[in-house]
T-cell receptor, first 118, second 111 residues
């Protein structure tokens, strides 16, 4: 089945620094990927839609200058948390849509990345 | 804006009991997915339903898509501690890039 890989799975960074998280679709091409933030025992909060070759579409309330998204190829999207602060500590998850009709327009998720800002 | 209401939000049951999780919307979806997520991991796809009235079974899990494709249910028979996790429903629309997620159901099955 379709696989989405996310890296790193865990990262600790100092306040004020930037950290990059990668999301790769391993066996299918994804023109669109999604970035979510999730708090404990809560559902996924969509941050932005990453579009290959164009600017990302951010959800209301998400700072585009703080959460930089780059979707340079059909299999890779990156999320960079700039000037990170402790309140940015969270579980970040990416997903990609498999456009193969046989998949039923399914979204597959990465394993998630725990970010801790100290 | 499409919304998906998922209920119950929390469910704690004993091993061997049955349970049903509901996902309801006023909007029509072209397909609906159910995911299960364990702490610290990404959601794992359980099933995709695409046809109104469709019923799919995955061992002890039964998924149903409403006739009007606005709602879905997940029924677990004889729950086991290994079923513990966060269950998420997500509605997809081929005309839009993103899916709409329910708020999730945290299931705890006690041995």
């Amino acid at each position: 089945g379709a696989v989405v890989s996310q890296h790193p799975s865990r990262v600790i960074c100092k306040s004020g620094t930037s950290v990059k998280i990668e999301c790769r679709s391993l066996d299918f091409q994804a023109t669109t990927m999604f970035w979510y933030r999730q708090f404990p025992k809560k559902s996924l909060m969509l941050m932005a839609t990453s579009n290959e070759g164009s600017k990302a579409t951010y959800e209301q309330g998400v700072e585009k200058d703080k959460f930089l998204i780059n979707h340079a190829s059909l299999t890779l999207s990156t999320l960079t948390v700039t000037s990170a602060h402790p309140e940015d500590s969270s579980f970040y998850i990416c997903s990609a849509r498999d456009l193969d009709p046989a998949s039923g327009n399914t979204i597959y998720f990465g394993e998630g990345s725990w970010l801790t800002v100290v | 804006t499409q919304l998906l209401e998922q209920s119950p939000q929390f469910l704690s049951i004993q091993e061997g009991e049955n349970l049903t999780v509901y996902c309801n919307s006023s909007s029509v979806f072209s397909s609906l997915q159910w995911y299960r997520q364990e702490p610290g991991e990404g959601p794992v796809l359980l099933v995709t339903v695409v046809t109104g009235g469709e019923v799919k079974k995955l061992k002890r899990l039964t998924f149903q898509f409403g006739d009007a494709r606005k709602d879905s249910s997940l029924h677990i028979t004889a729950a086991q501690p290994g079923d513990t996790g966060l269950y998420l429903c997500a509605g997809a629309n081929t005309n839009a890039g993103k899916s709409t997620f329910g708020d999730g159901t945290t299931l705890t099955v006690k041995p």
